[in-house]
RNA sequence: GUAGCCUAUAGUGA
């Protein structure tokens, strides 16, 4: 049986989850019983997929054969339940457990919370990490996180800050399973990133550096992502070379938010540079938004005729512009005076059957 | 030795 369920994890891990379903159908054909853990597995996969339903009949199965859930099961049911305004599926997924006499755990409540805060409902988070107390539950690293996120996503920037700070001071007690990490400083850095508070975010990042956590490529996307929305950029290149010798390999993502941030001062000679870099030195081959960057950076230069030969060379690459690098090419053509070009380009885009905004 | 929670609207044109 064991080795069923590692067979079934493995290929809903590899193959999604309409292998794992076919491995559970061989095993019943097979006369093997599916456990608890058979059916917990399936059900957590289902959220990979997004097939809340197909969780919900897979939890009808298991009542039908006599399988009862555990605590590992509900907690995956509600994970599927992050669809927007899903909270209260979640909610009664959650009594429905206990009212089975099941336990709730640290994971449970958090994934209950998790439900919640992508529903946008951080009142009720709130309510649950409130509630985790009387249920004896210790909130932990994660509970945190979900719960300063949903603050964050709701816009109570100033209750995720307390709520920051109420974590440092409990991780300050003996034996605390309370800890800021990684994950809980890109939260707040991406908050910051995302209404352009450069500063706010640099000032997350050394704070990060000082507690000795390490920045990952989130951290360095997001920070780019600040400078690029500030109209910073040498910072930006700063800080790319320190993430590096800190261990941190940029990713596409990474040189695509380096590329904006560029782009947006203007700096297209940089931004070449970039994206060679990009190429060689990590072998990660440019996409359209690096593109998109690269050929905004050259029109804002002024550069029509290289940001036709980028145009030329993404789609010898077999990239499709997107209406966002027709509209900068056609525009880098009208500031150099290349009308002829610039409705060449515009009838080409139609023909591709893009429209521009 | 097998299953669950922060992980994806935590990060780029979007």
Same mark, same amino acid.
């Given at each position: 049986?064991? %080795?069923?369920?590692?067979?079934?994890?493995?290929?809903?891990?590899?193959?999604?989850?309409?292998?794992?379903?076919?491995?559970?159908?061989?095993?019943?054909?097979?006369? @093997?019983?599916?456990? @608890?853990?058979?059916?917990? %597995?399936?059900?957590?996969?289902? *959220?990979?997929?997004?097939?809340?339903?197909?969780?919900?009949?897979?939890?009808?199965?298991?009542? *039908? +054969?006599?399988?009862?859930?555990?605590?590992?099961?509900? %907690?995956?049911?509600?994970?599927?339940?992050? &669809? #927007?305004?899903? /909270?209260?599926?979640?909610?009664?997924?959650?009594?429905?457990? &206990?009212?089975?006499?099941?336990?709730?755990?640290?994971?449970?409540?958090?994934?209950?919370?998790?439900?919640?805060?992508?529903?946008?409902?951080?009142?009720?988070? /709130?309510?649950?990490?409130?509630?985790?107390?009387?249920?004896?539950?210790?909130?932990?690293?994660?509970?945190?996180?979900?719960?300063?996120?949903?603050?964050?996503?709701?816009?109570?920037?100033?209750? #995720?800050?307390?709520?920051? !700070? =109420?974590?440092? !001071?409990?991780?300050?007690?003996?034996?605390?399973?309370?800890?800021?990490?990684?994950?809980?400083?890109?939260?707040?850095?991406?908050?910051?990133?995302?209404?352009? +508070? /450069?500063?706010?975010?640099?000032?997350?990042?050394?704070?990060?550096?000082?507690?000795?956590?390490?920045?990952?490529?989130?951290?360095?996307?997001?920070?780019?992502?600040?400078?690029? =929305?500030?109209?910073?950029?040498?910072?930006?290149?700063?800080?790319? &070379?320190?993430?590096?010798?800190?261990?941190?390999?940029?990713? *596409?993502?990474?040189?695509?938010?380096?590329?904006?941030?560029? #782009?947006?001062?203007?700096?297209?000679?940089?931004?070449?540079?970039?994206?060679?870099?990009? !190429? *060689?030195? =990590?072998?990660?081959?440019?996409?359209?938004?690096?593109?998109?960057?690269?050929?905004?950076?050259?029109? +804002?230069?002024?550069?029509?005729?290289?940001?036709?030969?980028?145009?030329?060379?993404?789609?010898?690459?077999?990239?499709?512009?997107?209406?966002?690098?027709?509209?900068?090419?056609?525009?880098?053509?009208?500031?150099?005076?290349?009308?002829?070009?610039?409705?060449?380009?515009? +009838?080409?885009?139609?023909?591709?059957?893009?429209?521009? &905004?």
């Amino acid at each position: 049986l064991m %080795t069923w369920n590692i067979a079934v994890s493995t290929a809903a891990k590899v193959n999604g989850i309409a292998a794992a379903l076919e491995l559970y159908n061989d095993m019943i054909a097979n006369n @093997v019983r599916p456990d @608890v853990v058979t059916y917990s %597995t399936l059900i957590a996969a289902c *959220r990979q997929s997004k097939q809340w339903q197909k969780a919900l009949h897979l939890l009808g199965e298991m009542e *039908r +054969r006599c399988v009862a859930p555990n605590v590992v099961t509900y %907690t995956s049911l509600m994970a599927c339940c992050q &669809e #927007a305004g899903q /909270w209260q599926e979640a909610m009664q997924i959650f009594r429905r457990m &206990e009212a089975a006499g099941v336990e709730a755990d640290v994971a449970a409540c958090n994934s209950l919370m998790s439900a919640c805060s992508h529903s946008l409902e951080w009142e009720k988070a /709130w309510a649950v990490f409130t509630g985790m107390q009387r249920l004896g539950v210790t909130p932990n690293t994660r509970s945190y996180n979900i719960l300063i996120r949903a603050c964050e996503r709701c816009g109570e920037w100033q209750r #995720a800050l307390e709520l920051f !700070r =109420r974590m440092q !001071r409990v991780a300050q007690q003996p034996a605390s399973v309370v800890q800021p990490n990684t994950i809980t400083y890109n939260i707040l850095i991406s908050a910051c990133a995302k209404s352009g +508070r /450069w500063e706010e975010a640099e000032a997350l990042y050394r704070d990060m550096r000082s507690e000795g956590i390490m920045p990952d490529e989130f951290t360095l996307s997001s920070l780019l992502s600040a400078c690029e =929305r500030s109209g910073i950029c040498t910072q930006g290149m700063e800080l790319f &070379e320190e993430m590096q010798a800190l261990g941190v390999q940029p990713n *596409r993502v990474c040189y695509n938010c380096l590329l904006n941030a560029l #782009a947006s001062s203007g700096k297209w000679q940089d931004a070449l540079t970039v994206f060679d870099k990009m !190429r *060689r030195s =990590r072998d990660l081959s440019p996409d359209v938004v690096s593109y998109s960057a690269l050929i905004s950076a050259c029109e +804002r230069g002024g550069e029509w005729q290289r940001a036709l030969d980028l145009f030329e060379q993404m789609q010898a690459e077999g990239l499709q512009p997107s209406a966002k690098i027709f509209a900068v090419v056609i525009n880098a053509c009208e500031k150099g005076g290349k009308w002829k070009t610039a409705v060449e380009l515009f +009838r080409f885009m139609q023909a591709c059957d893009i429209e521009l &905004e």
